[in-house]
């Protein structure tokens, strides 16, 4: 089956660790973000890459990374840096016609 | 710049009834794509349905149609004879060409037994 796959469902790390979230496709799209999601606030972009070896920040990329060493494979890594790095994070590919998701990673910094 | 939005951040509605979300969005773009995207409690994001701006008949799957008034920049979402499973978070999209995609701040959906 195609689809885009998150892991882990939950992560939990403690403040000052860099933590990064893993998301793979098997649709063959050239097209992935990663959205950061808060209560009330929707889905906003962090980093969304074209091609492979190219990517662009968002809206809110501070305190975030990104690699697109291969089209199925597009990690997250959350820096130190990040202030308040606790959300729901949701992985996406597309095609020019629709977006599709990951099942997400809720992750937990104490 | 692009921007979605959607005024209603929470809606409820009757089993069997009818309930319609707002969405309006802003673009300087001639042809892109709207969405509607439904995020049940597992969070999972569905596609419900799209739109594609070039078209001027109105998206429909099943219960579920849309209101495309693309001089207003308008983009409702009707869903007709609701039903429990319909309670979610619903999302408004906009997509330009070269796969930016814009979203709205989410209308939250109570369908009432």
């Known amino acids: 089956d195609g689809g885009i796959t998150q892991s882990p469902k939950y992560l939990f790390r403690k403040e000052g660790q860099n933590v990064t979230l893993s998301c793979e496709q098997n649709l063959n799209h050239d097209a992935m973000y990663w959205y950061r999601q808060d209560p009330g606030q929707g889905l906003r972009l962090i980093y969304y890459?074209?091609?492979?070896?190219?990517?662009q920040k968002g809206d809110i990329a501070e305190g975030y990374s990104v690699s697109r060493e291969k089209k199925e494979s597009f990690p997250l890594t959350v820096t130190s840096a990040q202030k308040n790095p606790t959300a729901f994070y949701l992985c996406?590919?597309?095609?020019?016609?629709?977006?599709?998701f990951g099942p997400g990673t809720r992750l937990t910094v104490t | 710049a692009q921007t979605v939005t959607q005024s209603q951040p929470e809606m409820s509605v009757q089993e069997a009834e009818t309930v319609t979300l707002s969405c309006t969005y802003d673009?300087?773009?001639?042809?892109?794509?709207l969405f509607w995207y439904k995020q049940p409690p597992s969070r999972q994001m569905i596609l419900v349905i799209r739109?594609?701006?070039?078209?001027?008949q109105n998206a429909t799957e099943n219960r579920f149609s849309v209101n495309f008034q693309k001089a207003a920049k308008s983009f409702s979402l009707k869903i007709s004879d609701s039903q429990l499973g319909d309670t979610a978070m619903y999302f408004c999209a906009f997509m330009k060409i070269r796969n930016q995609f814009y979203f709205g701040t989410g209308t939250s959906l109570t369908v009432i037994p």
């Open positions: 890459s074209q091609i492979v070896n190219d990517f």
């Open positions: 996406a590919s597309s095609t020019p016609k629709e977006q599709y």
């Open positions: 673009t300087s773009e001639n042809n892109y794509y």
């Open positions: 739109q594609e701006a070039y078209k001027q």
